[in-house]
């Protein structure tokens, strides 16, 4: 979990209580092996995506809390604006791909077993069934211009399921307010290798590895 620095008067008069509150974020460990998901996502895939490209979000938001720590220190105000939209793509990335890895799992740990219970019920009362929600997420998600996201988000307010995508690096809650359930990453840098310029082969496929256990803990909790 990503953790927001609180600005206040005395974090401005004191410099040294925000740098109290500095830590490192890390790259988590996958809950299997490179290769589990397999024929799904390569292992290739799975490993260049993780060590390589997670890893660069972690190290991007490192270094732009380094350096925001650095200007909230010596007040400058410009420097801390400046800095916002690497911390916002940075961060994203981060967030957003901790949850990607929670939403897959191997077959073997029940990847691709459909979804029951009020999860169930509330796809199918929004959507009529399980198979038009995947085809109609199917299609905004393929349809996302350039590099981004699509996502299974709940709204609190209005108490419902809707898909919604985000481009970039752009974190569902912090852009939309929706709590995000289920998050399918469609960077080429998720798929390419495999799948080429074919997205719409990759997200029909990633379905057999969607981990629908913690989409449904996640909803339950925040419903």
């Known amino acids: ?31 299997y092996a490179y ?7 390569s292992g290739e895939i799975m490993k260049v995506h993780h060590s390589k490209h997670h890893q660069a979000y972690v190290n991007g938001l490192n270094a732009a809390e380094e350096k925001l720590g650095s ?13 916002q939209s690497a911390i916002k793509f940075n961060g994203g990335g981060h967030i957003n791909h901790t949850l990607f890895w929670e939403n897959l799992a191997p077959k073997s740990s029940g990847g691709g077993e459909k979804p029951s ?3 169930l019920k509330e796809i199918e009362k929004t959507w009529g069934s399980l198979d038009k929600f995947i085809e109609k997420f199917n299609a905004q998600t393929a349809a996302v211009q350039g590099s981004g996201w699509g996502w299974l ?3 609190k307010e209005f108490k419902r399921l809707e898909i919604a995508t985000t481009p970039n690096q752009d974190p569902l809650k ?24 074919v997205r719409p082969d990759y997200l029909k496929a990633v379905w057999e590895v969607v981990n629908w256990k913690t989409v449904t803990d996640r909803f339950n909790k925040h419903r």
């Open 1 to 31: 979990m990503l953790r927001s620095i609180p600005r206040t008067a005395a974090a401005i008069s004191k410099p040294s209580a925000f740098a109290g509150l500095r830590f490192k974020h890390t790259l988590p460990a996958l809950p």
């Open 35 to 41: 290769e589990a998901l397999e024929p799904y996502i």
């Open 71 to 83: 200007a909230f220190q010596g007040n400058n105000v410009d420097e801390e604006i400046a800095l």
């Open 117 to 119: 219970g009020e999860l």
């Open 153 to 155: 988000g709940y709204n």
């Open 174 to 197: 912090p852009t939309t307010g929706l709590v995000p359930l289920l998050g399918i990453d469609v960077w080429e840098h998720a798929y390419y290798l495999q799948y080429k310029n």
